[in-house]
């Protein structure tokens, strides 16, 4: 157990939906970072935020956006879903946010759009 | 440019062999760190080991050992005497001093028969 939680653990619904992924970090860790998982995408980092505020942007859609609260948690809220945004979605944290730390990752948000 | 290369789409071996996963890697930054995380089929993402770019010695955890080496550009991973257990998908990934993401490899399936 990494210590890193996510909520749902898995989620199906229909194309043009919004959903809303959850992520809590290690106790202690500050950075959050969301990753998205596909078969022809592989790992794809998409935004991380620290203590916050956001730190880096990858690969996210505009459709796809994403905040970190005051208790750290964090929320991927993903819109307007399309077929092909059908992945596993990983949370991982770490302590600072410096970019050579060990990013440890939650078990993953199953979405499913049908 | 960052990129990972993990050549081996699939190894099957028999219980007891010994494995090695390669992974290749490119970076123009002289600071950086290596990492390989485990995927079994439940789908979560475990952190195995990480390495720093100025830290050549080869590190061994019990059946796990890893070969670092800068000249080749190389991070391989040996499984000595692996076991039905190993069976998972493991990636390779870089992270970079300032870039607050982890670079990915297409990851190799290991799959270990009894």
């Known amino acids: 157990d990494s210590g890193v939680t996510q909520t749902p653990k898995h989620l199906i619904t229909a194309t043009g939906q919004r959903v809303t992924l959850r992520c809590s970090p290690r106790?202690?860790?500050?950075?959050v970072y969301w990753y998205q998982q596909s078969l022809d995408q592989g790992l794809q980092f998409l935004i991380h935020?620290?203590?916050?505020?956001?730190?880096a942007k990858g690969n996210i859609l505009e459709r796809f956006s994403a905040q970190q609260f005051p208790d750290l948690h964090s929320e991927l809220n993903l819109s307007s879903l399309e077929l092909g945004d059908s992945a596993l979605y990983f949370c991982?944290?770490?302590?600072?946010?410096?970019?050579?730390?060990?990013?440890?990752f939650g078990p993953g948000t199953r979405l499913l759009v049908l | 440019a960052q990129k990972v290369t993990q050549a081996q789409t699939e190894i099957s071996v028999v219980e007891k062999e010994d494995v090695t996963l390669d992974c290749v890697y490119e970076t123009r930054d002289t600071t950086y760190y290596l990492f390989w995380y485990k995927q079994p089929p439940s789908g979560e993402l475990v952190f195995l080991i990480r390495r720093n770019s100025f830290d050549e010695q080869n590190e061994i955890s019990g059946r796990y050992s890893w070969n670092f080496q800068k000249s080749t550009s190389s991070f391989n991973f040996t499984i000595t005497a692996s076991q039905v257990v190993d069976s998972a998908v493991y990636f390779c990934?870089?992270?970079?001093?300032?870039?607050?993401?982890?670079?990915f490899g297409t990851g190799t399936r290991l799959l270990v028969s009894p």
């Open positions: 106790s202690g860790d500050l950075s």
């Open positions: 990934a870089l992270s970079e001093r300032g870039f607050q993401k982890l670079v």
């Open positions: 991982a944290s770490s302590v600072e946010g410096s970019g050579l730390e060990t990013q440890y």
């Open positions: 935020y620290y203590n916050g505020e956001e730190r």
